[in-house]
C-alpha cells in the first residue's frame, strides 16, 4: 500500500495519498489546500485517483476538493450530515477565513460502505463528536485508519465548535476505534501518525 502523507493549507492539515501497489489505482483524503502540491505527488507516485474521500466537511479538510475533483474526474465522497457543512463552506468563517467553494459529494458514505481501490478496501466507520457526520477509512489487511479530528498522538479531536459533542467524540474513540487491533496504525488530521494501542495505554484524555 502506498501511503503519502501531505501537511497542506493554512493549518497544515495532514492530506493523504493512499493507493494500491500492484493497480496503481488510488485515494485522496481530506485534501486541504495546495492542490497543486497534491496533484504533483499523484503525477509523481503514477496514481489513478478514484475517490476523493472527506473525513468531515472543515474547510481544512475540504478547500480543495474543487480543484482535485476537475483535476481527476474523481468521486467526491462524504458523510450526508456534513453537507450542510460544506455548504457553508466548512466554518472558515469563524476563523475569518475565506474557503474555495467545494462541489456536493457525488457518494454520500454510510457506516458499513467498503470502497474498494484496485486491491485495498476502505471500510467506512461513523464517528461523529467532532461534527455530526465526521467519518474514519478503515483498510483492514494494511492495518491503517485515516481518522479525520478524531483521534490524535496523546490527544483527542476538539468538540467546541458547532455541531461538535463530547460524549459522542468518547463514544466515538472509545466504542469504534478502540475496538480495532492495537497495531492498527493511525494516520490523523493533524500531527504524527499513531497506533490504537498506544493511545489506549498513553493518552491522557483516555486513561
Known amino acids: 500500500m502506498i501511503i503519502t502523507t501531505l501537511p497542506v493549507g493554512m493549518i497544515q492539515t495532514n492530506c493523504y495519498i493512499a493507493g494500491c501497489s500492484e493497480t496503481k489505482e488510488g485515494v485522496i483524503i481530506d485534501p486541504g489546500g495546495n492542490p497543486e502540491r497534491i496533484l504533483a505527488e499523484v ?3 503514477g496514481l489513478s485517483i478514484k475517490y476523493v474521500l ?3 466537511a472543515h474547510f481544512d479538510h475540504t478547500d480543495a476538493n474543487g480543484a482535485i475533483v476537475r483535476a481527476t474526474g474523481a468521486t467526491l ?22 474557503a474555495d467553494p467545494s462541489p456536493l459529494p457525488d457518494l454520500e458514505l454510510q457506516e458499513g460502505d467498503e470502497l474498494e ?11 461523529p463528536g467532532h461534527t455530526p457526520g465526521h467519518v474514519c477509512f478503515y483498510e483492514q489487511a494494511e492495518g491503517a ?46 500531527g504524527p501518525a499513531t497506533a490504537i494501542g498506544d493511545e489506549k495505554r498513553l493518552n491522557p484524555w483516555l486513561r
Open 43 to 45: 503525477e509523481r507516485q
Open 145 to 190: 485508519l485515516f481518522d479525520g479530528d478524531v483521534l490524535f498522538y496523546r490527544s483527542i479531536g476538539r468538540t467546541d465548535l458547532p455541531g461538535g459533542d463530547f460524549q459522542q467524540m468518547m463514544n466515538s474513540i472509545q466504542g469504534v476505534l478502540f475496538a480495532l487491533p492495537d497495531e492498527t496504525v493511525v494516520y490523523s488530521g493533524h
Open 54 to 56: 472527506n473525513t468531515h
Open 117 to 127: 481501490v484496485g486491491t485495498l478496501s476502505f471500510k467506512v466507520l461513523y464517528t
Open 77 to 98: 465522497a462524504m458523510h450526508p450530515l456534513d453537507v450542510p457543512l460544506l455548504k457553508a463552506s466548512g466554518g472558515a468563517a469563524l476563523f475569518g477565513m475565506q
